[in-house]
């Protein structure tokens, strides 16, 4: 293949290596609870951090400090968008290997090939003389472009067949569940020091684990809902504004506290969101016609679609958001794969041209990586396929280095289970994500591995 | 030595063991004494019956939006809460996700097990879990057949439902303990979907477990797993962390261990912690945040609100059929929806995220969300106890600050936040008015949350 790995600082002992940390550091990495580190988030209001970001830069811009990261300067850096695949895609039959006849083989009834397109089945789209992707043309036409990555045989040696147990192990960056925290959670502590804003982290929905660490909490964000202290807002709650102003922020890191200082907080994020949000339109349950061309996000595009709307508008207002999760979910395709899975890529293709034309200029910023829990196993049960180990992630976005990364698992020797072989470790995966989009130290961020993927332009 | 039955403890109480209780029952609590409350708060004969979600025939008729407002409705109007809130207990001990499988019934049948069971024998309870339709479909036990064993269940049951993952079994426990299940299974035709055990589908060779040798079932892995001391510390343990929130002072969970070893009942357990002088400390009262299910119970119960009938009629989202003025059945749910948690729906096997989890920037927009929802609902409504609360805004705030917190369980309350809902009802007007915006500060202030 192209790109090949960059093996670099092995790890010893397969334990996360701590450069330059005090005990504190790495019991935060561990999960393991520091005193005194959650109440760095507990003591500083946001309330007094905007009104501080207000007189210096009178907008509510990129914030100075903490979210600039390893970047350096005041570059913003680059923004990560992480959508989960949730179920476990089936990486042969969506980036089909068309020229190697040891495919149908072990894909038997389910094998696809060109020329069998349109009515439900997939369209597939040649990529080289190798694979072809399964009705996504426009990442087809992002790989001609250079800015599509397709990461091959990614897993971990002896990883779980359940959801709970594979999709932990991703959301904690670690085959034994040795933390607590998430591996993105960790990567927002190492950029924000000191000083971590919530805003630095924003789930769709609820909030994915992979962003939770100690003494740092994300923002999740429902498009669906009205966030309070938009404009309007306090327009119409003019007295639950004036009483929530005379709250006064509680010293101190037990759970009175941080109730009180979350209240606190949340006047703060929806200052700073509502200029943002406010007229936007939401979903309105009285008008259904309305609502499915809002909540559908455009043609096509899904409930992704119009998650991955409110997220381009974020980053469009200037919101300091390094990391964003959004989940795409439905990939289990035990049964009905033939046209399920078409169906999960095209709204998957169509979200992401929606979001990257709505990104305008913003779209240089922004990466677009995807996860997913394990693959499928090689052979057709039938309908569809079940739970396996390797899997395919597709990084998008300008400085992208496009192309093949690690080896397909071959198609001809399998484990013990009959599973495919893992090429890549996925903790290198998201080393190289660490590394490359977010400018965060992987060693601080992933429980092992070889070494970061080389997957990001410098 | 006797609980000092104070106001504050009977509240306390009150507000853990079930979703808060009126001034007149904290009062009756004050002269009954803490032990002799918890004794009939734990009486399964007071008990009515559950009923069941109004079997209709549709959309909206009898699944998740049907299954939460019957539920809400039972825990928030039953004459023993305490049995509802343990029932929701073991909802999340057993977190069973309905999204897996067709049929919101076999749902139901999973929490009347909880209901009829879960204050007697653990290991029952067990025991009729691996036949629970629900839960065998939750966790694939249908499909773990002789030669072809599936661990989750047998995973799961050693890992989040008896021992703990620090419970001193090995992978080798769990791959024979799975042999041991095989065969437990269902017919789901003709319906109602039935659980059974198959004994051409169950391994009946010899396993070793837990160190022990035989030919065992499913049940012979049970009742090995509750002679485990590492059992009854971890069912000690669980409940203690969920309904009193902080670590336990060192000794606490040997006591109840103890107290739950000697007969396997549930009940010996619980009332020795509701009994516990450990369990009244100060730690203990701020030491829990209350899950939205919870404050949705307290909310709805503390102010009188006429909740909608689930068991007797399905919902419909014809608004030209709710009666101006009611309490609509879908502002709990959506209070639900923006808290992040809907019965029936845990996110995964292990249950809820636990106390502190639920404090964080998002959930406080969807806390404040709820609040505001609830607020402007429960004015429409107008229940005796918002036109109370109403009458005493008019003559002194502190007053009907005090009335306010009452509403939901509290007998005292900060000065931080009584400051806040005086600046709130004492607001010149707006839009949703002031005393919504008390009722919003309430419902979002660290005693609710902290409830």
Known sequence: ?458 | MPIDATPRNAAHLWRRAAFGASREQIDQTVRDGIEASVESMFDHRRAVDGGEPHRTVGVMAYETPQLNTWFLRLAATSPTPAIERLTWFWHGHFATNIDKFEGPELFHAQLMTFRRHGMGRFDDLLKLMARDPAMILWLDLHTSVFGKPNENYARELMELFSLGVDGGYTQRDVAEAARAFTGYTISEFPRPTRAWISSALHDDGEKQILGQTGRFTGDDVVDIIVQRPECHRFIATRLWTRYAGTAPAPGVIDELAAAFAQRLVVRDLVVAMFTHPAFYADDVRLGLVAQPFETVVNAVRGFGVDLFDASTQPLTDDEDLVDVGAFPWWIPLEMFEEMGQLVAHPPNVGGWPHNDAWIDATRSIGRLNAGILFAEAVLEADTPVVREIEAAADRDPRTAAALLMAAFGHVEHSTDTEAAIVAALTAPPDDVGPLASAIAIAFTSPEVTLS
């Not at chain 1, 597709?394 to 690690?406: A, D, I």
Request: charged share 25%.
């Open chain 1, 1 to 458: 293949m192209t790109n090949e790995p960059t093996p670099s600082r092995p790890t010893s002992s397969g334990r996360i290596e701590t450069p330059r940390s005090s005990r504190r550091r790495f019991l935060q990495l561990a999960g393991l609870g520091a005193v005194g580190a959650t109440g760095a988030f507990a003591a500083p209001t946001l309330v007094g951090r905007l009104m501080a970001e207000e007189s210096t830069t009178g907008n509510f811009g990129p914030s100075p400090g903490g979210s600039t990261g390893g970047s350096g300067g005041r570059d913003p850096g680059r923004i990560l968008v992480s959508i989960q695949l949730g179920g476990g895609l089936d990486f042969l039959n969506t980036v089909v290997p068309l020229d190697d006849p040891r495919y149908a083989t072990v894909r038997g009834d389910g094998t696809l090939r060109l020329g069998e397109d349109g009515d439900g089945a997939p369209t597939l789209h040649q990529l080289d003389s190798s694979f072809a992707l399964n009705s996504t043309p426009y990442l087809a036409e992002r790989w001609n472009a250079g800015e599509l990555a397709i990461v091959h045989g990614v897993g971990s040696e002896g990883s779980s067949l359940s959801h709970f147990d594979a999709t932990d192990m991703w959301e904690k960056g670690s085959p034994d569940f040795g933390t607590s925290s998430g591996w993105l959670g960790r990567a927002m502590a190492d950029l924000a020091g000191a000083d971590p804003d919530p805003l630095l982290a924003v789930s769709m929905g609820g909030v994915s684990p992979s962003m939770y660490a100690d003494g740092w909490s994300p923002v999740g964000l429902r498009p669906e809902a009205r966030i309070p202290w938009s404009a309007n807002f306090s327009d119409q709650y003019r007295s639950l504004d004036r009483a929530m102003a005379d709250l006064t922020s509680s010293d101190g890191d037990d759970l009175w506290a941080r109730t009180r200082n979350s209240q606190l907080d949340l006047r703060g994020i929806g200052a700073r969101l509502g200029p943002i949000v406010d007229g936007r339109e939401l979903r309105d349950d009285e008008d259904d016609e309305d609502d499915e061309d809002i909540e559908e996000g455009g043609p096509g595009a899904g409930f992704l679609g119009y998650q991955l709307d409110l997220i381009a508008d974020l980053v469009r207002g200037g919101i300091p958001t390094r990391a964003f999760h959004v989940m795409h979910d439905g990939f289990d395709t035990h049964g009905s794969q033939r046209y399920l899975l078409p169906e999960l890529m095209g709204t998957l293709d169509a979200a992401l041209q929606r979001f990257q034309s709505r990104l305008g200029p913003d779209a240089d910023r922004v990466v677009i990586a995807t996860w997913t829990e394990f693959g499928r196993r090689p052979e057709w049960n039938g309908q569809g396929t079940e739970h396996g180990t390797a899997g395919v992630q597709f990084v998008l976005g300008p400085g992208v280095r496009g192309g093949h990364h690690g080896e397909p698992p071959p198609l001809d020797r399998f484990d013990p289970d009959g599973n495919f072989l893992i090429t890549t470790d996925f903790r290198d995966y998201l080393a190289g994500l660490t590394h490359g989009v977010l400018g965060a130290d992987p060693a601080r961020v992933v429980d092992g591995g070889r070494g970061p993927l080389d997957l990001l332009e410098a």
